[in-house]
């Protein structure tokens, strides 16, 4: 069935570093990969996306890369800040998004 | 923070019983889909509503139930609770043409306790 996999399931740079957090998809039909970030208690709160017609997007500190032929993307955080710790999950939709297991990136000052 | 609401915040119910969750969308949006999320995990996709109609179920049982109203706010049902059920419900609502690479905006979520 339809499965994402999400790579490391925690992760701790020292802040200034970058932070790389990776997925694979099952589903080859999938066409948008979104990414949400979740502080405890929070909703996620989606803050890059990628459709399938695009190999790479950039917002400020924010980059993602998809893979389509491999079924992977990655999400590039640089000049990691203490208030990006949280939880990050990547998910692959064709109309439902299918999620990852999320990684916990602890950013220490 | 998104346009999207849901009540209650916290419900606890005991084994057995019914709950209903809602869910309003936000303003412009069409389309809500409910997701369930245990703790330490990704949510899992329930189902979708587009236009009232569901577009789209996950793998959970019947008792799981949905509506979607004329002005495309939403209501989960949930029958027969189980200890399982424990989760924070989400819904998250998008654009408007119930694509498949539509965005969707969470809603803050309904933290269900079942004892």
């Known amino acids: 069935g339809e499965n994402v996999e999400q790579h490391p399931s925690t992760l701790s740079v020292q802040e200034g570093d970058s932070a790389v957090i990776k997925c694979t998809y099952s589903?080859?039909?999938?066409?948008?990969f979104p990414w949400y970030k979740q502080e405890l208690g929070k909703r996620p709160q989606l803050i890059i996306d990628i459709r399938s017609n695009v190999g790479e997007k950039k917002d400020q500190r924010i980059a993602v890369t998809l893979n389509k032929t491999a079924k992977h993307f990655s999400l590039h955080i640089t000049e990691t800040q203490p208030e990006d710790s949280a939880v990050y999950f990547c998910?692959?939709?064709?109309?439902?998004?299918?999620f990852g297991q999320g990684t916990e990136l602890s950013v220490k000052p | 923070e998104t346009g999207v609401t849901q009540s209650p915040t916290h419900l606890i119910k005991t084994r057995g019983q019914q709950v209903t969750l809602r869910c309003s969308s936000q303003s412009g949006h069409n389309t809500v889909s409910w997701y369930q999320q245990a703790l330490g995990q990704g949510p899992q996709f329930i189902f979708q509503y587009y236009r009232e109609e569901e577009n789209g179920r996950g793998n959970f049982p019947p008792r799981f139930s949905g509506l979607q109203f004329p002005n495309y706010s939403s209501e989960l049902n949930v029958n027969a609770l189980e200890l399982d059920d424990s989760a924070l419900y989400l819904c998250?609502?998008?654009?408007?043409?119930?694509?498949?690479?539509?965005?969707?905006?969470f809603g803050p979520g309904t933290r269900l306790t079942v004892l």
């Open positions: 998250a609502s998008s654009g408007t043409s119930g694509g498949s690479t539509d965005t969707q905006y």
């Open positions: 589903d080859s039909a999938s066409n948008y």
């Open positions: 998910a692959a939709s064709m109309g439902k998004l299918i």
